[in-house]
């Protein structure tokens, strides 16, 4: 799966202003287009809003992943914002959001959008894409880090495997050990 496919050019905000959760996620959606991703941005700004009142989508480590299954969503889509100065989002961790992906889809992808968010979260979960994402000059800039996330997931789930599966072996009485 690749990310990018779901995040506009148009849907990246690099200098996000607003310092509180849920006035944070009403600039997110005043700046984006809609361009055919969504049939009415105030409706699916206030389903987001009401997701967010059920439980924190601050999942830590400066990051928040507000999500909502919306039929204002033509299709899934993925915002970007970034706030250099951090989003009071009542994170797991209590520290701001510096990193908020905004996350939107259809009921009926409902399968392809959990595919989403797992993906998400663990390209986020990378410390490197992290920091890429947070150096980004422009926009052409976080999209080609978010591009590569096939590469990076691909990568840890590797290290994962030989870290976790392969165990050092040790052959009795050889004094062969791998």
């Known amino acids: ?30 700046r984006i287009a809609t361009d055919g991703y969504l049939r009415n941005k105030v409706k699916a700004l206030e389903e987001l809003l009401e997701r967010e009142q059920l439980a924190t989508t601050g999942i830590g480590g400066g990051m928040a992943i507000p999500h909502v299954f919306s039929d204002e969503a033509r299709r899934p889509l993925l915002i970007m914002a970034r706030s250099q100065e951090g989003v009071a989002f009542d994170s797991l961790d209590d520290k701001p959001a510096h990193l908020i992906f905004v996350a939107m889809a259809p009921r009926k992808d409902k399968d392809l959008f959990i595919n989403i968010l797992y993906h998400l979260v663990r390209f986020l979960k990378v410390q490197e894409n992290f920091d890429e994402l947070m150096e980004a000059k422009d926009v052409a800039e976080a999209l080609a880090v978010i591009a590569k996330a096939k590469d990076n997931l691909l990568s840890e789930k590797l290290k994962r495997l030989v870290k976790d599966e392969v165990q050092p072996y040790r052959v009795p009485g050889t004094g062969i050990s791998g």
């Open 1 to 30: 799966m690749q990310l990018a496919q779901f995040l506009d050019r148009k849907h990246v905000i690099l200098d996000l202003q607003s310092q509180e959760r849920l006035a944070c996620l009403e600039e997110i959606l005043d």
